[in-house]
């Protein structure tokens, strides 16, 4: 079953705008891991937040989560034309033994 | 160069002719998973790898079959693939399971027809 909902579903903004990313989740979590794809390609990890986590930072990156409203966000700050592409959140819910990933922000960032 | 590999990365066939897909990891991960991504589902688990030996199944097992017999691989069996098996298919590894990143193979896309 699927546990993290992304929202929007599709964001399209222009270069250098910050770009805003969101994911609720229904149970208990270890952490919550966001992903990048690229059109038809692997997906490739971005950040890992932990669950004691309220905020963490990676370049341009900057992911919040609230495990008291199970929800996430990830923000990408002065996007570029590179940074197009699919946006999952996957979370460990606690006892699970897997990820589970939502379905996906499609960002479209216009020159 | 640390990798997760898989092949073939497209592949056509027919109804009912048995197919592997296999996954192969050089980073001695121990944590290994097939996901099937289908548009408007997202990825869903299909089966993951403890370890070596050690298999169990995800959110969508019917119809596949692992196995893992070394640490290093993690083939993926269609015994009688059928057109609802179409999909792109990821393999992807990780160092143990839990608090670790996952990388992720390529991909398949596999056409059932």
């Known amino acids: 079953s699927q546990q993290g909902e992304e929202d929007p579903q599709a964001l399209s903004i222009q270069e250098g705008e910050n770009a805003t990313m969101n994911c609720s989740y229904k149970?208990?979590?270890?952490?919550l891991q966001w992903y990048r794809q690229n059109s038809g390609r692997g997906l490739v990890h971005l950040i890992l937040i932990r669950s004691n986590e309220r905020e963490k930072h990676s370049g341009r990156l900057r992911v919040t989560l609230d495990t008291s409203k199970k929800s996430s966000s990830l923000l990408i700050t002065a996007s570029r034309a590179a940074d197009t592409a699919s946006y999952f959140c996957?979370?460990?819910?606690?006892?699970?033994?897997?990820?589970?990933f939502g379905q996906g922000t499609r960002l479209t960032i216009n020159p | 160069e640390a990798q997760v590999t898989q092949n073939p990365r497209y592949l056509i066939t027919v109804t009912g002719k048995k197919l592997t897909v296999t996954c192969s990891q050089n980073m001695n991960h121990e944590y290994m998973s097939w996901y099937r991504q289908d548009p408007g589902l997202g990825l869903r688990q299909i089966y993951y790898s403890m370890n070596v030996e050690v298999t169990d199944k995800g959110d969508v097992p019917e119809g596949y079959k692992v196995s893992r017999k070394e640490k290093r691989n993690f083939p993926l069996i269609l015994e009688s693939p059928s057109p609802n098996q179409t999909s792109l298919y990821f393999c992807?590894?990780?160092?143990?399971?839990?608090?670790?990143?996952?990388?992720f193979g390529p991909g398949t896309r596999l056409t059932v027809t």
């Open positions: 996957a979370t460990d819910p606690k006892g699970a033994q897997k990820l589970v």
């Open positions: 992807a590894s990780s160092l143990a399971y839990g608090g670790y990143e996952q990388y």
């Open positions: 149970t208990s979590i270890n952490n």
